[in-house]
């Protein structure tokens, strides 16, 4: 599932691809994903140049010079395709522009979906409003984690995985974030000392930047002959890792469910 370095390593290498180019076809092969695509998706699209290319927290952002923004959601099994050699199962947008190249959105599972909107009602979307902070701006950093964290008895790991709190945070890059940081995932919030608070603030943007390095690896390494931007394997501290010993101390790494979703962690190095 593409977290929030899979959507940034998407959009990276969407960029050279789209940016100051103008859609010369978009053609939708179903009327849905995970929601109605918009009607006019098409037809507004088509003859618009791209002006930009951003991400907000999971969420790939499209800016066109006709006032329009197009959101992209992965989902769970999302793709971009680019420069497909030929038509896959699956590949249900396809777009094309003036520079000859060709787009996919793939999606076998359906679990994402495109709008296009007014670029100034985009922060207002459903899947944008309300949405805190990014962990890679400059708003994230120890006095914000403090803020968010004061008197809660909620779950550190539950904390973070609050969009409203911060944005795009997934589970496994909390899992690693919470490792680095020495915090127990099931710590209450509230609890949580301010030294480890600190380490915290640093280790979610380390996380989240070495991942999107490994991305950007794999675009160079895989992406020309694949064509396909948006998964990659990265090496992983505690996530995935149950039953293996912990890197620092040689302890079983354990795994717990919390509120549905596994957690990874060392009983050893958090507390
Ligand atoms: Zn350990």
Redesign the pocket.
């Known amino acids: 599932m593409p977290e929030l370095p899979e959507v940034e390593t998407v959009m990276r290498g969407l960029a050279p691809v789209w940016q100051g180019q103008r859609f010369a076809q978009v053609v939708a092969h179903r009327p849905d994903l995970r929601w109605p695509l918009p009607q006019d998706l098409g037809q507004r699209l088509t003859g618009a140049v791209v002006t930009g290319l951003s991400r907000r927290a999971k969420y790939g952002l499209v800016h066109t010079d006709r006032g329009d923004t197009l959101i992209i959601h992965l989902g769970m099994s999302g793709r971009m395709r680019v420069d497909p050699e030929s038509h896959a199962k699956h590949d249900h947008v396809v777009f094309t522009t003036g520079n000859g190249r060709t787009v996919a959105f793939n999606d076998a599972r359906r679990f994402g979906s495109l709008d296009l909107v007014p670029t100034a009602e985009a922060a207002a979307h459903p899947l944008l409003a309300g949405i805190g902070p990014e962990p890679l701006g400059p708003d994230f950093g120890a006095a914000l984690l403090a803020r968010a964290f004061a008197d809660r008895l909620a779950p550190a790991k539950a904390l973070l995985l609050d969009q409203r709190l911060i944005a795009g945070l997934g589970n496994i890059y909390v899992c690693e974030a919470l ?1 680095r940081a020495g915090i127990h995932p099931e710590t209450p919030g509230g609890q949580v000392p301010t030294a480890r608070l600190k380490r915290l603030a640093a280790a979610i943007p380390a996380v989240l930047e070495e991942a999107i390095a490994a991305g950007g690896s794999t675009l160079r390494d895989h992406a020309a002959p694949d064509g396909t931007l948006g998964y990659f394997q990265k090496d992983f501290a505690v996530y995935g890792r149950e039953g293996q010993g ?6 079983v ?1 354990a795994r717990i469910v919390q509120s549905g979703r596994s957690s990874f962690f ?5 507390r």
């Open positions: 490792f912990c890197g620092v101390c040689g302890t790494i060392c009983p050893r190095c958090q």
